[in-house]
T-cell receptor, first 114, second 116 residues
Framework: GENVEQHPSTLSVQEGDSAVIKCTYS??????FPWYKQELGKRPQLIID?????GEKKDQRIAVTLNKTAKHFSLHITETQPEDSAVYFC?????????????FGQGTTLQVKP | GAGVSQSPSNKVTEKGKDVELRCDPI?????LYWYRQSLGQGLEFLIY????????KSGLPSDRFSAERTGGSVSTLTIQRTQQEDSAVYLC??????????????FGPGTRLTVL
């Protein structure tokens, strides 16, 4: 079946450093790639998303890049802060058209040390 | 406005009992999803409702799991004859339906199910 692989599973950085999380997907029809942040005990919340018609999107300290040929996309967080510590999930839409169905990666636990 | 809500927030049950979990999506959202999140794991897709279309049940792990959505709004996930491996957080999400475009899914706070 379709799947999304996410790496690394854990990531520890010093405050102010950059963090990069990478995902690969298998469905060539995927056209929507959101990233969710989940703080401990809380619900996942969308932080940024990208559609297949663009290669990069940036929102302040967060950016996402997409390589459709290689079927991978990455999350970049610059100038990390302790409040960035959380679990981050990537996801990819499944199938062409608007099924809305997402397949999620296994998550990356990011720890930002002050 | 109000976000996605779920009830109960916590449910402890004994093995073999049936449980019902409820999800109230954001008003106007025609798409509704159920996920399961085991401890320290990712989000496992269970089932998806879109408008009046037949639901996508491809993620349900066994025939003990079922879900319905009444009136295109509230949804109930039912687990029959619960097993200990059913213990997890069950998350519901809703989104606006678009034409050939997937949209942001808004998650509820989840129901933590513990099967003793």
């Amino acid at each position: 079946g379709e799947n999304v692989e996410q790496h690394p599973s854990t990531l520890s950085v010093q405050e102010g450093d950059s963090a990069v999380i990478k995902c690969t997907y298998s469905d060539s029809a995927s056209n929507y790639f959101p990233w969710y942040k989940q703080e401990l005990g809380k619900r996942p919340q969308l932080i940024i998303d990208i559609r297949s018609n663009v290669g990069e999107k940036k929102d302040q300290r967060i950016a996402v890049t997409l390589n459709k040929t290689a079927k991978h996309f990455s999350l970049h967080i610059t100038e990390t802060q302790p409040e960035d510590s959380a679990v981050y999930f990537c996801a990819a839409s499944i199938g062409s058209g608007n099924t809305g169905k997402l397949i999620f990666g296994q998550g990356t636990t990011l720890q930002v040390k002050p | 406005g109000a976000g996605v809500s779920q009830s109960p927030s916590n449910k402890v049950t004994e093995k073999g009992k049936d449980v019902e979990l409820r999800c109230d999506p954001i008003s106007g959202h025609t798409a509704l999803y159920w996920y399961r999140q085991s401890l320290g794991q990712g989000l496992e897709f269970l089932i998806y409702f879109q408008g009046n279309s037949a639901p996508d049940k491809s993620g349900l792990p066994s025939d003990r799991f079922s879900a319905e959505r009444t009136g295109g709004s509230v949804s109930t996930l039912t687990i029959q004859r619960t097993q200990q491996e059913d213990s997890a957080v069950y998350l519901c999400a809703s989104s606006l339906a678009g034409t050939r475009i997937a949209n942001e899914q808004f998650f509820g706070p989840g129901t933590r199910l513990t099967v003793l």
